[in-house]
């Protein structure tokens, strides 16, 4: 029997609610019916993939076959969302040059020789934005007489595949367009395969970041709770709003008081009853 066509091959409504259902429950995300043709089109290359013919078919190996569990973390990836740029928002990198590195700098407990300054980039995607702070850092440490300046940037994300390319640290050039040039021939090595025109972090920058597998839905997040800098940026647009609560709250714990929370310019926590004050845009500090 001949696979069925794209025209064909649709997820009835039942399916497409137990989908949507199943991967709000696991991170979150909401996947309105605007969304569905996005969805079948990612899910056909999973069931592609398992020789599964049809949608049909993919949906009865998960739910009705039992094979939920093993195939649950590749249908996230799939799913999900990956977007990311280097200097994204770049505003929030001057913002956090020009006064939140100062202002933590004169704080009690400051990062210092015994203690660097800790940072987290929360659904960091295929590693751009903890690269992009990376760079940032190092420059600072440069521009104020501390080449060394002491720093550590946790990365993370609850998709597997992009996880292992932010590993990699390889990019393609156009992506790396928006490092200022200075920085790029700092900090990136291209390809010397032409026909792959690509960059890579140099290895003393790639040192800097550690990347881990992390669900924000997870009811607890194994992390230190001492967070300097946080960046979870234009991830709670996909949540609901008793989500976006629940997963600031739980962000507040891991972030010291005086310390800054980044979210996406489309994101605000106004007008919630957490421990933030807003002190630019899209830029909070722990009360």
Request: glycine share 4%; hydrophobic share 35%.
């Amino acid at each position: 029997m001949d696979d069925a066509s794209p025209s064909e091959d649709r997820l009835s409504d039942r399916d497409f609610n137990r989908l949507g259902s199943l991967i709000q429950t696991h991170c979150g995300i909401r996947i309105p019916p605007a969304k569905k043709v996005m969805v079948e089109g990612r899910l056909r290359r999973r069931a592609r993939v398992l020789a599964l013919p049809t949608l049909n078919d993919y949906c009865r190996h998960l739910f009705d076959d039992g094979n939920l569990h093993q195939e649950l973390t590749d249908l996230i990836d799939a799913i999900t969302t990956n977007k990311t740029e280097f200097f994204r928002e770049n505003n929030h990198f001057r913002f956090l040059v020009n006064t939140a590195l100062p202002d933590l700098a004169t704080r009690p407990h400051r990062p210092g020789s015994n203690r660097p300054l800790k940072l987290w980039s929360a659904a960091c995607a295929t590693g751009a934005e903890p690269y992009t702070l990376a760079m940032v850092l190092s420059e600072y440490g440069r521009a104020n007489g501390k080449p060394t300046f002491p720093f550590d940037i946790l990365a993370t994300d609850i998709c597997t595949e992009v996880l292992a390319q932010a590993k990699q640290a390889i990019y393609p050039e156009e992506m790396a367009a928006a490092i200022p040039p200075e920085l790029a021939k700092r900090y990136l090595r291209r390809s010397r395969d032409r026909n792959r025109p690509t960059v890579r972090l140099v290895p003393e920058l790639r040192q800097r970041v550690h990347f881990g597998h992390l669900n924000l839905m997870d009811s607890d997040y194994p992390l230190e709770q001492d967070m300097d800098v946080i960046f979870c940026r234009n991830v709670l647009i996909y949540f609901d709003k008793p989500t976006q609560h629940t997963v600031l709250s739980k962000l507040c714990r891991h972030l010291r008081p005086g310390g800054y929370l980044f979210v996406g310019h489309s994101e605000s926590v106004l007008g919630s009853t957490l421990p933030l004050t807003h002190v630019a845009t899209a830029v909070f500090m722990r009360r």
